[in-house]
T-cell receptor
Framework: ETGVTQTPRHLVMGMTNKKSLKCEQH?????MYWYKQSAKKPLELMFV???????ENNSVPSRFSPECPNSSHLFLHLHTLQPEDSALYLC?????????????????FGPGTRLTVL | AQKITQTQPGMFVQEKEAVTLDCTYD???????LFWYKQPSSGEMIFLIY??????QNATEGRYSLNFQKARKSANLVISASQLGDSAMYFC?????????FGKGTMLLVSP
């Protein structure tokens, strides 16, 4: 595997279900990100992890719970979601991490998980 | 706060023609990065080109070039010799200290 991979690619879940999204980067990067892309809205940053520590949480509801067990893996645990949470969830990674400031740090994205909440 | 504005919801171009996608930005940071990404219908966000705020030369990557005008706070993407495979959404983004802010995107359609 190369680059950034995400599983599953598609997920349909009910509002009472619990599921997890998985992201893995094979680039040796230090930072990983979760983004949400809803229809007709700009891409929204949800969480940033740098060297396995969470450094950004953009007021994301607690029904989304991230986990970063090591610098190569990132999870997004989902529970009691709402239909408005249906979106494309994109994972990304970058080299420098927060220590270097990410303003000039190129992020590489995975293919995304298209989530539908019924 | 950072802001990215892409004013063109959609652009049409014929194959082999050049096209410019507009992007303006606003920031109070002295050091920042500007990025362009391509998103085909498959969903993956593909990195195209990067320009640093202190770079004096405009960035180029193959058929892509970034027309960076710092005083105007613009970072337009120029695609030369468009190909059918260039049809996609294109996003301009700006890197801040701990975030990447995206514009709303421009849908580019390339016709034969």
């Amino acid at each position: 595997e190369t680059g950034v991979t995400q599983t599953p690619r598609h997920l349909v879940m009910g509002m009472t279900n619990k599921k997890s999204l998985k992201c893995e980067q094979h680039l040796g990067h230090n930072a990983m990100y979760w983004y949400k892309q809803s229809a007709k809205k700009p891409l929204e940053l949800m969480f940033v992890y740098s060297l396995e520590e969470r450094v950004e949480n953009n007021s994301v509801p607690s029904r989304f719970s991230p986990e970063c067990p090591n610098s190569s893996h990132l999870f997004l645990h989902l529970h009691t979601l709402q239909p408005e949470d249906s979106a494309l969830y994109l994972c990304a990674s970058s080299q420098a991490g927060i220590a270097g400031g990410i303003s000039t740090d190129t992020q590489y994205f995975g293919p995304g998980t298209r989530l539908t909440v019924l | 706060a950072q802001k990215i504005t892409q004013t063109q919801p959609g652009m049409f171009v014929q194959e082999k023609e050049a096209v410019t996608l507009d992007c303006t930005y606003d920031t109070s940071d002295q050091s920042y990065g500007l990025f362009w990404y391509k998103q085909p219908s498959s969903g993956e966000m593909i990195f195209l080109i990067y320009q640093g705020s202190y770079d004096e030369q405009n960035a180029t990557e193959g058929r892509y070039s970034l027309n960076f005008q710092k005083a105007r706070k613009s970072a337009n993407l120029v695609i030369s010799a468009s190909q059918l495979g260039d049809s996609a959404m294109y996003f301009c983004a700006m890197g801040g200290y701990s975030t990447l802010t995206f514009g709303k995107g421009t849908m580019l359609l390339v016709s034969p």
